[in-house]
T-cell receptor, first 113, second 106 residues
Framework: DADVTQTPRNRITKTGKRIMLECSQT?????MYWYRQDPGLGLRLIYY???????NKGEISDGYSVSRQAQAKFSLSLESAIPNQTALYFC????????????FGDGTRLSIL | KNEVEQSPQNLTAQEGEFITINCSYS?????LHWLQQHPGGGIVSLFM???GKKKHGRLIATINIQEKHSSLHITASHPRDSAVYIC????????FGRGTQLTVWP
């Protein structure tokens, strides 16, 4: 089983729908992150959480919200999806402390029509 | 403005060639990461370094802190090395380059 699991892997939906992307991890890491990737652009941080009671905005948080339900679970919601939110979304985790590698899920390909 | 610049954007090589991908950044950092993104989309961390050089198999990563520059080298390249290679710098959180698409032909 993957250490960082994202569901769903693919989703096609319509403008205005509410969507939730889920991420769960078995690595026991405190820190979790949501990124989006668009063609020709680097990964951009949407939200991150350093523990269950901690939520922080990243560089592109508008239109998104998150919930850290437990140490192992971090979900990303699009309250009212719009076409320019079509992208590849990644969840990642890392251990606490200074410089730590991040471990990525396999990504969720989201298309909004 | 992107804090991290990678070059080249695209790279094609013949199997067996030595490959170099470059990464430059503009401010002081605590660490630099090299990541590999497979054609299916999954991302794997290859290296994290803050000084000197690291080696894993045919992959070598170097960093020059004074020049704010890092290189990823692949020796004896193979078609299975075909992927996007991403550089990221730690400035309190990670900032990512746009990636280098590497294609290795048999």
């Amino acid at each position: 089983d993957a250490d960082v699991t994202q569901t769903p892997r693919n989703r096609i939906t319509k403008t205005g729908k509410r969507i939730m992307l889920e991420c769960s991890q078995t690595k026991g890491h405190d820190r979790m992150y949501w990124y989006r990737q668009d063609p020709g652009l680097g990964l951009r941080l949407i939200y991150y959480s350093f523990d269950v009671k901690d939520i922080n905005k990243g560089e592109i948080s508008d239109g998104y919200s998150v919930s850290r339900q437990a140490q192992a679970k971090f979900s990303l919601s699009l309250e009212s999806a719009i076409p320019n939110q079509t992208a590849l979304y990644f969840c990642a985790t890392s251990d606490a402390g200074g410089n730590q590698p991040q471990h990525f899920g396999d990504g969720t390909r989201l298309s909004i029509l | 403005k992107n804090e991290v610049e990678q070059s080249p954007q695209n790279l094609t090589a013949q199997e067996g060639e030595f490959i170099t991908i470059n990464c430059s950044y503009s401010v002081g950092i605590s660490a630099l990461h090299w990541l590999q993104q497979h054609p299916g989309g999954g991302i794997v961390s290859l290296f994290m370094l803050s000084s000197g050089k690291k080696k894993h198999g045919r992959l070598i990563a170097t960093i020059n802190i004074q020049e704010k520059h890092s290189s990823l080298h692949i020796t004896a390249s193979h078609p299975r090395d075909s992927a996007v290679y991403i550089c990221a710098v730690n400035l309190g959180r990670l900032y990512f380059g746009r990636g280098t698409q590497l294609t290795v032909w048999p």
